[in-house]
């Protein structure tokens, strides 16, 4: 008996286009959040939902504090893989590569593009350092927001900014009926051109 594959052999980036769209349409919240997985230079794995803000052919866009924990992380090793899970869907994409910061100019556009609000919470947001009260934190937002209510908009923290991670893999995981899934794995090719090699795996 044979069955067609649910996930074809061509680019890569088409089926991702493909099923993000479908996320879109099919998840009730937050189609674009996805799992970041980044490690110390000794190799101690540390895992975060973030969501994905841009992407294409260039890779795969997320905005955080480059002082947090992951932004830590990362300057000292860039090498990370996110994960989507679109449960509605019963649909899996993995991506590995390395991460490279957004240009300020594409930063500062993302940040504004924001409502002032957010903009607000992230300026006065110390990521993953120790908080004494919920007050504390709220009396910082308070304290910006005064500060630049007139303005209409925050500048854009330094340390605020964006992450684009350029694939090396892409995976594809779907469901299929009595639980005979299908994977599909995505490898550059070494030459660096845009070519990609590609073999199903077990699931
Ligand atoms: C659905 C979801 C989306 C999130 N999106 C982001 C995001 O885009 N950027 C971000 O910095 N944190 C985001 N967070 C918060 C992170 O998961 C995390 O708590 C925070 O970035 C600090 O992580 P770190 O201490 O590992 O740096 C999100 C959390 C959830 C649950």
Same mark, same amino acid.
């Given at each position: 008996?044979?069955?067609?594959? !649910?996930?074809?052999?061509?680019?890569?980036?088409?089926?991702?286009?493909? #099923?993000?769209?479908?996320?879109?349409?099919?998840?009730?919240?937050?189609?674009?959040?996805?799992?970041?997985?980044?490690?110390t230079p000794g190799g101690v794995p540390s895992v975060r939902m973030v969501l994905l803000k841009g992407h294409g052919r260039d890779g795969f866009v997320f905005y955080t504090n480059a002082d947090s924990r992951k932004g830590v992380e990362?300057?000292?090793?860039?090498?990370?893989?996110?994960?989507?899970? #679109?449960? *509605?869907?019963?649909?899996?994409? &993995?991506?590995?590569? *390395?991460?490279?910061?957004?240009m300020p100019a594409e930063a500062d556009a993302y940040f504004h593009s924001r409502a002032f609000v957010s903009q607000v919470g992230?300026?006065? *947001?110390?990521? *993953?350092?120790?908080?004494?009260?919920?007050?504390?934190?709220?009396?910082?937002?308070?304290?910006?927001?005064?500060?630049?209510?007139? !303005?209409?908009?925050?500048? &854009?923290? !330094?340390?605020?900014?964006?992450? &684009?991670?350029?694939?090396?893999?892409?995976?594809? #995981?779907?469901?299929?009926?009595?639980?005979?899934?299908?994977?599909?794995?995505?490898?550059?090719?070494?030459?660096?051109?845009?070519? #990609?090699?590609?073999?199903?795996?077990?699931?």
């Open positions: 008996m044979s069955e067609p594959d !649910a996930i074809p052999a061509s680019d890569p980036f088409t089926t991702f286009n493909a #099923w993000f769209a479908d996320a879109c349409a099919a998840e009730p919240n937050d189609p674009n959040a996805m799992a970041l997985a980044t490690a990362i300057r000292a090793n860039p090498q990370a893989a996110l994960l989507f899970h #679109w449960k *509605s869907l019963r649909r899996q994409v &993995r991506i590995e590569g *390395s991460l490279t910061e957004v992230s300026a006065a *947001s110390d990521q *993953s350092r120790p908080l004494d009260g919920r007050e504390t934190y709220l009396a910082r937002v308070e304290a910006v927001r005064e500060r630049y209510e007139d !303005a209409g908009e925050v500048p &854009r923290p !330094a340390h605020w900014t964006g992450f &684009r991670l350029t694939p090396r893999a892409i995976e594809f #995981w779907c469901d299929r009926p009595n639980r005979l899934h299908e994977r599909r794995r995505f490898l550059r090719a070494e030459t660096g051109d845009e070519g #990609w090699a590609t073999t199903l795996l077990y699931p």
